[in-house]
């Protein structure tokens, strides 16, 4: 058995060690791009899909030239990468730094629009197309998020060319808010929770009076109250539906359309 004495093993572990200097070096070939060709190569890689890899560049552009429009304007396609590679969470935080880092930048709006877009795209989620799930059967937290998101954008710039947009996402929001309200009536209204239900189904009409859903919140008022036996509440609340909805579809046993409400949108 071959026999190592300290001196043997000393050098042993200094030839290890230089040898680790013999490896060829990974090359950085952008070491020598100045902030134009950096921008300029992320770009296309934009343009192609491949938002990894424009990711990258753009953080490079902003750490070897950290001032300057270039950099902001890389902050900018950072966000909109994460946006577009189905990352709400990154896209999000990116957006926030921004809005922080820059808050009168000509292009803050549109970080606003965008975090808006990514916490209402959360919402739906990808599937929505294929899915019969009704929106309102989820968390409510995003959609709330994204109607505060695009709140402030309509607040701080009315003027804004996404301004517009965001004022019907956000009348879309409400709707979808406020059908979450009325779901959660019609789920205590099948286990027999008609005071639950009487409860849920009056918060969604004095929240959202001009939302969709407030036709059948009415209806399951109506109903609740039947079930109840409060004959006098249940002809009022039957008064003023019919009143409001007169020729309502729950009359007739509800909607007929298959689809969910929100995919109409």
Excluded at 17 to 39: F, S
Aim: charged share 20%; net charge neutral.
């Amino acid at each position: 058995m071959a026999r190592f004495t300290l001196g043997s093993l000393a050098v042993i572990g200094a030839l290890l060690l230089g040898g680790c200097g013999l490896l060829p070096e990974q090359i950085d070939e952008t070491a020598g791009w100045n902030a134009q060709k950096l921008y300029s190569e992320a770009k296309n890689y934009m343009a192609e899909g491949s938002y990894e890899q424009a990711i990258k560049l753009f953080e490079k552009l902003e750490a070897r030239f950290p001032y300057g429009r270039y950099a902001q304007q890389a902050q900018i396609e950072v966000a909109y990468a994460h946006y577009k590679s189905y990352e709400p969470a990154l896209a999000i935080a990116a957006a926030d730094r921004f809005i922080k880092l820059h808050p009168n930048h000509p292009n803050a709006d549109y970080m606003y629009y965008l975090k808006g877009l990514a916490t209402f795209n959360e919402d739906l989620g990808l599937l929505a197309g294929l899915s019969n799930q009704d929106l309102s059967e989820r968390d409510p937290k995003a959609a709330q998020e994204s109607f505060d998101t695009f709140g402030q954008l309509v607040s701080r710039f009315p003027g804004s060319r996404y301004a517009e947009d965001a004022r019907q996402r956000m009348q879309y929001l409400v709707n979808s808010l406020a059908q979450h309200e009325v779901h959660v009536a019609r789920y205590y209204y099948k286990r027999g929770a008609y005071v639950a239900t009487i409860n849920r189904a009056q918060a969604t009409i004095k929240t959202y009076p001009n939302a969709p859903a407030t036709e059948e919140a009415l209806f399951m008022l109506v109903k609740s109250y039947d079930a109840l036996g409060m004959s006098d509440l249940r002809d009022d609340a039957e008064r003023v539906m019919r009143k409001n909805f007169p020729n309502s579809v729950y009359y007739a046993g509800g909607p007929k359309d298959g689809r969910p409400w929100w995919q109409l949108w």
